[in-house]
């Protein structure tokens, strides 16, 4: 199944769902001012391995081919009063990708800058109590890297809604900013090419 399907599952519901929606969980979400403050790391790393269990490309605890060991990337948490970023990483699921080896699932990483204290306050604000009635299953948010002057970056905590999907104000601030740069990771081997004929 396609990665980007994460995006959009739970959009139709089964039958049986449909005559009584799903209830939110009544237990109180963490808000970005009840979460720690984040740790600040020498650099932005889309590919180590919790960012990949929290897209869902990994089982927790086992890192994608990677090439290379990548750090331990800190938990998310509330953006420091005194840092100051320039530009943020958004890592994400991206599609498939195919080579020699088969077909792998594939991750994206983009770079982009502009103005960014609207998602900074966006990422500021309270997530909201989880109660009453969803229509649909909670979406799971692009992980994101900020990234200060110097190279160093932060895991900000994406604030919810009442039914723990990413609210909509960080994700509009996201798309006010411009892409200045992407690149696709495969991530996992999901279809191993066939062999080859031995003569």
């Known amino acids: 199944m396609d990665v980007r399907a994460r995006w959009v599952a739970g959009l139709a519901l089964p039958a049986a769902l449909l005559l009584g929606l799903a209830a939110c969980s009544a237990a109180p979400a963490e808000t970005a001012q009840d979460a720690p403050t984040a740790v600040v790391v020498g650099a932005a790393d889309c590919l180590s391995s919790q960012v990949l269990a929290d897209l869902g490309l990994v089982a927790a605890g086992t890192s994608g ?19 100051v970023p320039v530009s943020v990483v958004v890592c994400a699921p991206g599609g498939t990708l195919q080579d020699s080896s088969g077909t792998w ?14 998602l900074v306050a966006a990422l500021r604000r309270p997530s909201a109590q989880h109660g009453g009635t969803c229509s649909s ?13 110097l190279g160093r970056a932060i895991r900000p ?3 919810t809604d009442r039914c723990g999907s990413p609210q909509e104000t960080v994700t509009a601030a996201l798309d006010a ?17 066939e062999p080859t004929a031995q003569r």
């Open 137 to 149: 299953a909670a979406v799971v948010p692009p992980s994101l890297w900020l990234v200060d002057a």
């Open 177 to 193: 900013l411009e892409e200045t740069d992407h690149e696709q990771y495969p991530v996992r081997l999901v279809i191993p090419a």
């Open 65 to 83: 081919r990677t090439g290379t060991p990548h750090a331990d990337a800190p938990e998310a948490g509330r953006v420091p009063d005194d840092f």
């Open 105 to 118: 699932v594939a991750l994206t990483a983009s770079r982009r800058e502009g103005d960014l204290d609207p």
């Open 157 to 159: 905590v994406w604030p």
